[in-house]
């Protein structure tokens, strides 16, 4: 039997509202036991400082240097931060836990330039919580000729097994930006980014209210869409149709700039929609019936239903196995954590891109 290995899974997701954690016990192939999931908001100043350093770095990693200090500043305190975070599970959770998994905070990922930035700093994080820290999973993938991302899909295929789902299966994941695994029916698996998830309609959000978000998609549901607006929007996107791998800035949102609270949520729901139905659409396999979906786009019922009433095949959610889909990409990185300590590939043609399947992630012990 393979060693199994308690990881702690730390993941912050482009809305940057916050540090998703996870503790699963995994052998890092076939074994998963989900254990705990908490989450841990940033202060308002870590927010608002990392969305203003996305703003300024636009996805130009020219431009890192430019802002090496405030780059420097952000990342020690989202590493105190994460390490707090460790400190108060670690203290409350009875066993040893072998490795952190820590994702970091991306501020540009730009595969055409094979470049892509996390804020987090292994080595502090090491020393604050006494813990080896597994980190920096996606340059390896870079390097060898795949996008950085999506690393979910190897998880993915975990808890398909986990839970005997029908095959062929879609997992789609709709966080700040939208990606889909497609698990056929000879189980191999495939991957890539489709479009924005919650990236649009957040920041339109957050400029135009004090809300953070659209909960359930109320706000749209009560606007009305702006055809014109919207034509044109698709058509601009249609030049950027065939990149692999998404960053927030990658979407144009000044078309809608003129547009009520309301009316522009409604418009950005619908791009965002109408992207995502035809870019699944290109992916559905014949026969299907299982798409689940997670992340926190989940939760915004009138796009889970616009989508769903597009493809006209019942969307379920993940939560349904009682998974709580809010922390399957956290889950996800404490299991690459583990694969990354074996030495085992984290990334496959298939999924990003590289040449050849691709070990990821550097690990640190620094105490």
Not at 169 to 177: P, V
Not at 344 to 357: A, H, Q, R, V
Request: one cysteine or more.
């Amino acid at each position: 039997m393979n060693k199994n290995y308690l990881c702690l899974g730390l993941m912050s997701g482009t809305s940057g509202d916050g540090i998703d954690t996870s503790v699963i016990k995994s052998d890092g192939k076939n074994q998963c036991e989900l254990i705990l999931d908490r989450y841990f908001e940033y202060n308002g100043q870590i927010q608002e400082d990392i969305h203003n350093l996305k703003d300024k770095i636009v996805n130009n990693p020219e431009k890192l240097d430019k802002f090496s200090k405030e780059i420097i500043a952000l990342e020690k305190n989202i590493t105190f931060f994460h390490a707090e975070a460790v400190n108060h599970i670690v203290s409350d959770f009875k066993e040893n836990i072998d490795f952190l998994g820590f994702h970091g905070q991306t501020i540009l990922h730009s595969p055409v330039h094979r470049a892509t930035k996390q804020l987090g700093d292994g080595n502090l994080l090491s020393q604050l919580t006494k813990k080896k820290v597994i980190y920096n999973f996606r340059q390896n993938d870079l390097k060898n000729g795949g996008q950085g991302a999506p690393l979910t899909p190897i998880f993915h295929k975990l808890l398909k097994n986990k839970y005997k789902l029908k095959l062929p299966t879609i997992i789609m994941n709709i966080g700040g930006i939208a990606n889909i695994t497609i698990i056929d029916s000879g189980d191999c698996i495939h991957s890539r980014d489709i479009g924005p998830g919650n990236c649009m309609i957040d920041q339109w959000i957050r400029k135009n209210s004090k809300k953070k978000y659209d909960n359930k998609g109320d706000l749209a549901k009560s606007g009305k869409i702006n055809k014109q607006i919207l034509k044109n929007a698709l058509e601009i996107f249609i030049k950027k149709s065939n990149l692999k791998s998404y960053d927030v800035k990658d979407f144009d949102s000044s078309f809608f700039k003129n547009l009520s609270l309301e009316d522009g949520a409604a418009t950005l729901t619908e791009y965002t929609s109408e992207i995502l139905y035809n870019q699944l659409k290109k992916s559905l396999p014949k026969s299907i019936e299982n798409i689940f979906i997670s992340g926190g786009g989940r939760k915004n019922k009138f796009l889970v239903k616009s989508i769903e009433d597009k493809i006209n095949i019942p969307i379920k959610l993940i939560d349904d196995f009682g998974i709580d889909g809010d922390f399957i990409e956290s889950q996800a990185f404490a299991y690459l954590g583990i694969r990354s300590f074996l030495k085992l590939p984290i990334s496959f043609p298939d999924t990003t891109g590289c040449k050849e399947p691709c070990i990821g992630g550097e690990m640190i012990e620094s105490y």
